[in-house]
């Protein structure tokens, strides 16, 4: 039932959401349901789903179940996580007949294995007398069979006489993974919650879950008792500060989300080092993440932010930022007289952050909805103050009503950790749908936008370029191709046998030498470049996952420090030029 209502609320083009009413079937349905395994659907589809009316649906089904369990409502989706037959952080192992069948999930991946049952040389007679139908399924608690030599391939005998066993089994792997990828985001999305837990009720919902502790096992927490703070994260079955030092919190302690902002430099350099040489795989950036803190200039401005403004998006690929990382927003038509700016309501805080933004250019779809839109300010409003609009057609931003308490807020007011991540989110959405990350603007793109595509494309650095360059400096020398790799301030310098590239930390866009000849080359949709994937090749570990760009650079280092073994003819012309 979470599986139609989230294909449901999946958009059609053109159309918008495939079905709505049965999509608000579904959820009230898995509303009247009770215990925790249609209770972990709606706390999935909260994540998941981007529909506004949806959200709606879904918030008050949370609130409906809260009530009737009599639980507190930030509690609630913490509770409801279904543990699929998990009996261990990440493990659940059945016996199948003769076969051992472990469902693992490791990091972001989830997978099914099967394995030859160890049977022990006195009890072999008896195992090969026994039907073939008899089954003794018993979990890993109970003591399930020791297991043997992996299996690659699901046995035939599984097929034959366990085929609804199997079937149960590959439904709860897939379950789990979007299970998985939901927590992930949700706990990604914490930071501005201010959340805290005491130790065992943490240690129960997090760090000891069966599917949470995937993700929280993972990831960095502050653990402060008697006043006193200490970071923390679960390495080799204990946690450990960020020197390695085991430290077993005291019982007393209460425990929340790390994030760098709060803590000093060498702690932050420090918990980099350690992610990285134990090869620990945070699930989103939290160790590496970017630290926004106030500018001078942003001093002088007083009330709003320009530092990410002046850039050209692509308008649905910025709308779908927008969802993904709980921004309202509205998609701008040629038709429409105003526009509410994208918003992030900050209730915890009292207030609403607002990133300003206009249509680009003339041009549009069919639908009438602009295809660019321009940046410009961020600003803080009090969560009451009236709603500031835009006017098409490079009509300015009014507000309203203009009263003292309307006002927006200076931004030294703002805490640090909120502004932070508000930041960051936007260098995320103009980092990522900027027409500068387009490798193929400079063969077709609008003349209009073609300067700001060159600054954008080889210009300085955002803070997730530098934080990018930062890791990439104590990564590249353990690469393969080390010997033909040095960092500059801006580029990945790769030397091919041929020519010698420049590959810029920002756009992914390259430049060969001698004579900065623009290098034309689009990704697949997975990400891989000529058929090298970074996160896939020999060698390359990468601290934390969703940075793309971060992997289409190393895919792109790989193609090119073997240039003279390229066959993609349109790679060679442009070489060869």
Not at 217 to 225: A, K, Q
Not at 295 to 316: C, G, K, L, M, P
Not at 509 to 532: A, H, K
Request: charged share 25%; with cysteine.
């Amino acid at each position: 039932m979470g599986e139609l209502a989230l294909r449901c609320y999946g958009k059609v083009a053109s159309r918008g959401p495939r079905c709505i009413l049965v999509g608000n079937a579904a959820i009230w349905a898995l509303s009247q349901i009770p215990g925790p395994d249609a209770l972990g659907q709606l706390a999935m589809l909260r994540v998941k789903v981007k529909f506004i009316p949806a959200q709606k649906a879904i918030e008050k089904a949370l609130n409906a179940t809260a009530a009737r369990e009599g639980l507190p409502r930030a509690e609630i989706e913490e509770l409801g996580v279904p543990t699929y037959g998990l009996t261990e952080v990440g493990l659940r192992r059945e016996e199948l007949g003769d076969t051992v069948v472990e469902l693992t999930a490791t990091g972001g991946d989830v997978s099914l294995r099967f394995f030859k049952k160890a049977v022990a040389a006195e009890d072999a007679l008896g195992a090969r007398k026994k039907n073939g139908k008899q089954r003794r399924r018993e979990s890993a608690a109970d003591g399930v069979a020791a297991k043997g030599k992996e299996i690659k391939s699901v046995p035939a005998s599984v097929k034959k006489n366990f085929a609804e066993d199997l079937k149960e089994l590959k439904a709860a792997a897939k379950d789990l993974a979007s299970m998985l990828s939901a927590q992930r985001d949700r706990i990604d999305s914490m930071f501005l919650d201010s959340r805290s837990w005491p130790l065992p009720a943490w240690r129960e919902r997090y760090l000891d879950h069966p599917v949470v502790g995937v993700i929280a096992r993972r990831v960095i927490w502050t653990v402060t008792s008697r006043g006193t703070g200490k970071s923390v994260l679960y390495h080799n079955g204990h946690l450990v500060d960020h020197r390695g030092h085991p430290h077993e919190p005291a019982s007393d302690g209460e425990v929340r989300l790390w994030h760098p902002v709060e803590a000093p430099q060498e702690e932050v350099l420090s918990w980099r080092r350690f992610v990285e040489e134990n090869r620990i795989r945070q699930p989103f950036k939290q160790a590496h993440r970017e630290v926004y803190l106030l500018t001078d200039a942003e001093r002088r401005t007083n009330t709003y932010s320009n530092r990410f403004a002046a850039h050209i998006v692509r308008q649905h690929q910025f709308h779908a930022l927008c969802g993904q990382r709980n921004w309202r927003n509205r998609l701008r038509l040629f038709v429409d007289g105003e526009f509410p700016p994208p918003t992030k309501h900050l209730p915890q805080y009292g207030m609403r952050a607002e990133f300003w933004v206009q249509e680009a250019g003339e041009e549009t779809l069919d639908s009438g909805a602009f295809v660019y839109l321009a940046t410009d300010q961020v600003r803080f409003y009090r969560a009451d103050a009236a709603q500031i609009t835009s006017n098409p057609q490079g009509g300015g931003f009014s507000m309203t009503s203009a009263t003292p308490d309307q006002e927006p807020i200076a931004l030294e007011q703002v805490p640090p950790l909120v502004l932070s991540e508000v930041l960051r989110d936007c260098d995320l959405f103009v980092g990522v749908s900027s027409v500068g990350n387009n490798p193929a603007w400079n063969d077709g793109g609008p003349g209009e936008f073609r300067d700001y595509w060159q600054t954008y494309s080889f210009g300085d650095l955002s803070a997730t370029a530098q934080t990018r360059r930062d890791l990439l400096s104590r990564l590249v020398p353990r690469l393969k191709i080390a010997d033909r790799c040095s960092l500059s301030d801006r580029f990945l310098i790769v030397r091919g046998n041929i020519r010698t590239y420049k590959i810029h930390l920002g756009s992914g866009n390259i430049l060969m030498e001698p004579n900065d000849q623009y290098l034309c080359i689009v990704p697949s949709s997975s990400g891989s470049v000529g058929g090298t994937k970074a996160a896939g090749a020999p060698g390359v570990f990468l601290p934390f996952e969703g940075d793309r760009t971060l992997s289409i650079i190393l895919s792109k280092a790989f193609l090119l420090a073997a240039d003279d073994a390229i066959t993609d003819t349109t790679i060679t012309r442009q070489i060869a030029r």
